[in-house]
């Protein structure tokens, strides 16, 4: 069975710093490229951040450029999503998603073939 689990989600003040992380079972990462989306209540879901196979390509949305940062560790078949500087509109549920190879358009959630369940991220005082 091909599983993603996404985890570390929580509450968190602003300015606060969270990691979370996307761990693959039944299948190895080595060949896939991770996306990481969010959806927050009432809007669409967006593309967050994506890193290649090897991790030597990474890109990131606008809105987190400078703040967030996607990393993998292949031999403990998990990527992870570094957010600081958190602000309340970061607030939604993250994804990470798997592609084969890499997607053509990053940001666009139909490219990917496999989904994790989603971490709650909510950044509140």
């Known amino acids: 069975q091909l599983q993603l689990v996404a985890s570390g989600g929580g509450l968190v003040q602003p300015g606060g710093s969270l990691r979370l992380s996307c761990a693959a079972s039944?299948?190895?990462?080595?060949?896939?490229?991770v996306g990481w989306f969010r959806q927050a209540p009432g809007k669409e879901r967006e593309g967050v951040s994506c890193?290649?196979?090897?991790?030597?390509?990474?890109n990131y949305a606008d809105s987190v450029k400078g703040r967030f940062t996607v990393s993998r560790d292949n031999a403990r078949n998990t990527v992870y999503l570094e957010m600081n500087s958190l602000k309340p509109e970061d607030t939604a549920v993250y994804y990470c998603?798997?592609?084969?190879?890499?997607?053509?358009?990053?940001?666009?959630?139909?490219?990917?073939?496999?989904w994790g369940q989603g971490t709650q991220v909510t950044v509140s005082s």
């Open positions: 039944g299948f190895t990462l080595d060949y896939y490229a």
């Open positions: 890193i290649s196979s090897s991790g030597g390509i990474t």
């Open positions: 998603a798997a592609h084969r190879q890499f997607p053509q358009v990053w940001e666009e959630p139909y490219e990917y073939d496999y």
